[in-house]
């Protein structure tokens, strides 16, 4: 049996889980001062809040799909630019099977616009998919509550920071103490 009790768990409709605000807390020691971004999967604007509350600011909110007034609808593969200085996301996870699809297509979009910090699976990075991209660092975060309910997820996860310019990835483990 997986970890994943296979057949117990069906992916929601474009992938959307709001991005909890645990998971943004292992983040906010690697964005120094006060960060400009964009969010090209902005869904319903939770992981901009958390950032937000922070001390940084969106410059551009975009989704496939609109889920708050302030979202641009567009295609995550279709943006020309970033409007920030970085892009800071919580994208469509790796379907089973696409060999590391969407996610994959999208950071090779992205980072060609700017570096892009991403929230995906901590396994992620074991993948044979992953030596084509060049990754800065990651950032441990381990198991959150995606549905709300304050139960654990089945996947620990983590921040990837992609930039087209990384020659080594440094890795930070999760802190201890919260």
Same mark, same amino acid.
């Given at each position: 049996?997986?970890?994943?009790?296979?057949?117990?768990?069906?992916?929601?409709?474009?992938?959307?889980?709001?991005?909890?605000?645990?998971?943004?807390?292992?983040?906010?020691?690697?964005? !120094? /001062?006060?960060?400009?971004?964009?969010?090209?999967? =902005?869904?319903?604007?939770? &992981?901009?809040? *958390?950032?937000? $509350?922070?001390?940084?600011?969106?410059?551009?909110?975009?989704?496939?799909?609109?889920?708050?007034?302030?979202?641009?609808?567009?295609?995550?593969?279709?943006?020309?630019?970033?409007?920030?200085?970085?892009?800071?996301?919580?994208?469509?996870?790796?379907?089973?099977?696409?060999?590391?699809?969407?996610? !994959? /297509?999208?950071?090779?979009?992205?980072?060609?616009? =700017?570096?892009?910090?991403? &929230?995906?699976? *901590?396994?992620? $990075?074991?993948?044979?998919?992953?030596?084509?991209?060049?990754?800065?660092?990651?950032?441990?975060?381990?198991?959150?509550?995606?549905?709300?309910?304050?139960?654990?997820?089945?996947?620990?996860?983590?921040?990837?920071?992609?930039?087209?310019?990384?020659?080594?990835?440094?890795?930070?483990?999760?802190?201890?103490?919260?």
């Amino acid at each position: 049996m997986t970890k994943r009790e296979s057949g117990k768990f069906e992916r929601r409709a474009r992938d959307f889980y709001r991005t909890p605000g645990e998971a943004v807390k292992p983040l906010l020691m690697h964005l !120094i /001062g006060h960060t400009v971004y964009d969010e090209p999967c =902005a869904g319903d604007l939770a &992981l901009v809040e *958390a950032l937000s $509350a922070a001390g940084h600011a969106a410059a551009g909110l975009s989704d496939i799909e609109q889920r708050h007034p302030a979202v641009k609808v567009k295609n995550a593969l279709q943006l020309v630019e970033c409007e920030g200085d970085i892009f800071i996301t919580n994208p469509p996870w790796p379907s089973p099977g696409k060999k590391g699809q969407p996610t !994959i /297509g999208i950071i090779q979009h992205l980072v060609t616009l =700017a570096p892009v910090w991403m &929230l995906l699976p *901590a396994d992620f $990075a074991h993948n044979v998919y992953f030596a084509a991209l060049r990754c800065r660092a990651i950032q441990a975060v381990g198991r959150v509550s995606w549905m709300d309910n304050g139960i654990k997820g089945f996947d620990n996860c983590a921040w990837y920071l992609f930039d087209q310019n990384a020659s080594i990835t440094a890795f930070y483990p999760r802190n201890l103490d919260g």
